[in-house]
């Protein structure tokens, strides 16, 4: 570990930039304008090309279906000179951070040209205080349901997080527990009664009920208090709020079986709880939950039995140090580049992670806010359950002969000799 721990150090700091340049994706964004100011003007770059369509709203939703681009652009007329208002639709992923950021400043930096050009004449002083102000709005092309960029990207990083902690956590118990039976000697004992493998299995099972009862209850109490706070003041979380509303004539912001989708668009100008009560929609949040179980509770199986393995591999909690920090360095590295992976939650390095089954659990509850194909949420749950079968069986070679070794250094050398018995 002289030798390796500097290396995989220096490789957690080097490789994330690394990956991070080879992590964007390429997005085509078609461009409805009916101001007619931004479609000759607006322009891309290596990661986002714009595509301008000569057709009206409704139509381009229906071709956007079919089409292979990745997101519309709607820029419909607005009264205010100074103020642009856009809506970005999708069909199933959203559209990522670089992606809108990329079509708002594209905006802004038309309108402020279009501003000086038609404000010629002007003092300075009134030169800088030209704002302008675009307001880029986020929907469902099938449901027209609105999303949060940072609200989805929070929810991401939160749940990938929270995964990280509590296989950490309750995997260090199980390692713990492991390696108090052993210098105790308890486990001569037990191990009369049940054989090594299900002493293992009752130990990492035990322990992954516990945490699952820990958060089944964070999750009901959250729940109870929301439900509280709703009750003692009904505006607080409602949705609809106050609205400011711009009308045009097209009804694209509307689904299409809306009563009004054929005479307005609505933009909606929400604050406060009523936002992220309008973003959570856009989640599908019964497939968070149900994703966060699979993942916490198998993610915690492949590395509560390695940290089983490890326990019963050592004497004392000092020797589990060079150890544990080959085990950990992917969920550590999964960690580290959960930033680029928000900014590109659909990129090469983003899939890549999370269908290996070491960095999937937290990878993949950072990407699943943000849209992801069934087949590719099924391939990585299926690679994960077999990556904890082949991590139990390695985990029972070691253990079964590990937990009644006393008094020599273990190394790696000696760990492979016990598996190959």
Not at 73 to 99: G, H, M, R, W
């Amino acid at each position: 570990m002289t030798i390796l721990g500097p290396l995989l150090f220096a490789a957690l700091m080097v490789l994330p930039t690394y990956l991070a340049t080879k992590s964007d994706e390429k997005n085509l964004v078609n461009v409805v304008d009916e101001t007619g100011i931004y479609s000759k003007a607006i322009k891309g770059n290596s990661t986002v090309q714009f595509r301008n369509l000569n057709m009206g709203i409704e139509e381009a939703r229906v071709a956007f279906k079919t089409d292979s681009a990745d997101a519309l652009l709607y820029i419909p007329k607005t009264e205010s000179s100074q103020k642009a208002k856009a809506v970005l639709f999708y069909q199933d992923n959203q559209p990522s951070l670089n992606v809108q950021e990329r079509v708002r400043s594209e905006m802004d930096e038309i309108l402020e040209h279009v501003l000086i050009r038609t404000e010629l004449g002007i003092d300075p002083q009134k030169l800088k205080g030209l704002n302008p102000d675009v307001e880029l709005t986020t929907r469902n092309i099938e449901t027209g349901k609105k999303s949060l960029a940072l609200l989805t990207s929070g929810l991401g990083l939160f749940a990938g997080i929270l995964i990280y902690f509590f296989i950490f956590i309750f995997g260090s118990q199980v390692m713990r527990g492991v390696l108090e039976e052993k210098t105790s000697r308890i486990v001569e004992v037990i191990v009369s009664s049940v054989k090594p493998f299900q002493l293992m299995m009752g130990k990492i099972i035990g322990v992954a009920l516990v945490g699952l009862t820990q958060f089944l209850l964070w999750v009901l109490l959250t729940f109870m208090i929301i439900t509280a706070v709703n009750i003692m003041n009904p505006g607080l979380l409602d949705a609809s709020g106050d609205k400011q509303k711009v009308i045009s004539d097209s009804g694209a912001l509307m689904p299409d079986n809306s009563e009004s989708a054929q005479q307005k668009d609505t933009f909606d100008a929400e604050s406060g709880f009523a936002a992220i009560a309008t973003g959570l929609q856009s989640i599908n949040i019964p497939l968070m939950l149900l994703s966060f179980l699979f993942f916490f509770l198998f993610g915690y199986l492949l590395y509560g039995a390695l940290f089983a393995a490890i326990g019963s591999a050592v004497d004392n909690e000092a020797d589990t140090q060079q150890f544990m920090l080959p085990v950990t360095i992917p969920l550590l590295l999964s960690i580290v580049m959960a930033s680029f992976i928000v900014q590109s939650p659909s990129g090469p390095v983003a899939f890549w992670f999370s269908m290996i089954p070491f960095t999937s659990p937290v990878v993949m509850m950072i990407r699943i806010p943000f849209g992801v194909e069934v087949w590719e949420l099924v391939v990585s749950m299926g690679l994960l359950v077999i990556t904890f079968l082949g991590a139990v069986w390695l985990a029972a070679k070691i253990y079964k002969t590990g937990i009644l070794m006393y008094g020599s250094k273990v190394n790696y050398k000696v760990l492979w000799k016990w598996i190959r018995q």
